[in-house]
Nanobody, 114 residues
């Protein structure tokens, strides 16, 4: 089954760290650009970080230097290491594959307390 499954969300204090992981089925991972997006209630879903199949990364300026994205091609996984988190990072985080018209995971909640 074609799918993306996120894990690792939760509650964290400001300044702390959290690691999000996304496990993908091989067909949606191999050779595809993967990414993490986030969404808060009433807002659009925004890109956080992306990584191409060869490891080129891109970030929204607000997380540059704090949220490195990585991928494990042997395990069909993509990770988002969230360091020095801030309350404004609170959102539902979604894993994304660029395959076809795009594929989304179900999302994982990240809540940063001040």
């Amino acid at each position: 089954q074609v799918q993306l499954v996120e894990s690792g969300g939760g509650l964290v204090q400001a300044g702390g760290s959290l690691r999000l992981s996304c496990t993908a089925s091989p067909t949606v991972f191999s050779g595809q650009t993967m990414g993490w997006y986030r969404q808060t209630p009433g807002s659009q879903r925004d890109m956080v970080a992306t990584i191409t199949s060869v490891g080129t990364t891109g970030y929204v300026p607000s997380v540059q230097g704090r949220f490195p994205i990585s991928r494990d091609n042997a395990k069909n996984m993509v990770h988002l290491q969230m360091d020095n988190v801030k309350p404004e990072d609170t959102a539902v985080y979604y894993c994304y594959s660029n395959i076809g018209y795009g594929l989304w995971g179900q999302g994982t909640q990240v809540t940063v307390s001040s």
